[in-house]
């Protein structure tokens, strides 16, 4: 009868010690489960420019080829997005290269868009945003939300 009751008291003390083993390791996980996820709300917000981007909306972005190919693009504007910052972002984004040149006191200009370079044929790259050719340099014109920016290879009207 003795050896009985010491072992029922062991299953219950055995049985106790699992329960609060398994309520602390259940509630540490959920502890170190909420820190990472806080710990990634936290890199998000660090993020902000992705915050910043959804704030300023979009721009319809065009590249004409001159040869009948055209790619259209939604891009997502930052804060201060020119013609310029966008084309760098999209290149970046659609993985294709872009080559420009900084003239001191003037800008930058696109020399080349994904291998298409200036020159070839009397064809030279120029930009347009909403139907107009703008006289800046693209790094200067800012783009705002709804804008259309064209970039066209084609002859220089100049």
């Known amino acids: 009868m003795l050896k009985s009751n010491f072992n029922s008291r062991h ?18 996980e959920c502890r170190k489960t909420e820190n990472e996820i806080n710990a990634l709300i936290q890199k998000e917000i660090a993020n902000s420019s992705v915050i910043k981007q959804s ?4 721009a ?11 790619k259209t693009f939604q ?14 972002k999209l290149a970046e984004r659609e993985n ?3 080559e420009s040149k900084e003239y001191e006191g003037m800008g930058v200009l696109v020399e080349s868009i994904d291998g298409v ?30 804008d259309r920016v064209e970039w066209k290879f084609g002859p220089s009207p100049f």
């Open 75 to 88: 891009v997502a504007l930052f804060e201060n997005s020119t013609v310029f910052s966008l084309l760098k």
């Open 96 to 98: 294709f290269k872009t």
């Open 11 to 28: 299953v219950w003390i055995i049985f106790l010690v699992l329960v609060a083993g398994m309520i602390y390791f259940t509630t540490t």
């Open 55 to 58: 704030d300023q909306g979009n």
């Open 117 to 146: 370079k200036n020159g070839v044929g009397n064809k030279y790259w120029q930009y347009w945003v909403n139907g107009e050719l703008p006289m800046v340099a693209a790094d200067k014109k800012e783009i705002k939300k709804g």
């Open 60 to 70: 319809l972005y065009v590249i004409d080829f001159g040869d009948g190919k055209v």
